[in-house]
């Protein structure tokens, strides 16, 4: 589903609902389409969460995981939406009660440096021998998206499936590999590509 670039914003749907996310230079020649969840308010996290709960009710979840700090409300509205009462988080700061965190590296589109995902040990036994569902708001390049599977399954979970509100462009499905096929998404976004004129292009990867 291809938006709409409308001077320095691209128009997208989400699911059932709309939003305009801000254009953002990340590299000399590209930029993406922003989605910060915590800034589309409280009923667009709820919807969204309800609508993505629908596409993994099939998978039989036992329990939620997501990414701090953008993915924590949506990990709230699809645990409501699925009936569950529990989910965990996956950290990216040092905290107290983490100073005997299990670590897995990661870095991210976002981000200017690499750095851990971080999962408090007394929380083991949330995930252990469960059937997990990832969240997140977006899967870009999939690098975080793969150290929270890899940190998922260290610590003896199963995922099942991988929630996102959007997907963008295309290398997360080679970071990925195999657990690409787990990924379900309300919607998706291109990469943009700085034309010489100003103007940009939207990437949605190779034959687009």
């Given amino acids: ?36 969840c915590v800034d589309h308010g409280v009923r667009f996290a709820e919807t969204a969460g309800r609508e993505l709960a629908r596409q993994l009710e099939p998978f039989d979840v036992e329990i939620v995981a997501s990414v701090a700090t953008m993915g924590i409300p949506l990990a709230i509205e699809v645990t409501r939406a699925l009936g569950l009462d529990d989910y965990v988080i996956l950290h990216k700061t040092p905290k107290i009660h983490l100073a005997d965190a299990i670590a897995e590296p990661v870095r991210s589109i976002t ?25 997140d708001d977006v899967i870009s390049t999939g690098g975080s998206s793969k150290a ?26 080679s970071a990925l590999g195999e657990d690409a096929t787990k990924v379900h998404a309300l919607g998706s976004i291109p990469l943009f590509r700085h034309r010489s004129d100003g103007s940009l292009e939207q990437d949605w990867g190779p034959g687009s």
């Fill in 111 to 135: 981000t200017d440096r690499d750095q851990h995902l971080l999962f408090d040990r007394a929380r083991r036994r949330a995930i252990d021998g469960r059937r997990v569902a990832i969240v």
């Fill in 1 to 36: 589903m291809t938006g709409v670039v409308a001077g320095d914003t691209y128009s997208v749907t989400v699911g059932s609902q709309v939003v305009d996310l801000p254009l953002v230079q990340v590299a000399p020649q590209v930029s993406i389409a922003l989605l910060i």
């Fill in 148 to 173: 929270a599977l890899n940190l998922i399954r260290r610590i003896g979970g199963q995922p099942v499936a991988f929630g996102a509100l959007l997907t963008e462009g295309w290398l997360w499905r």
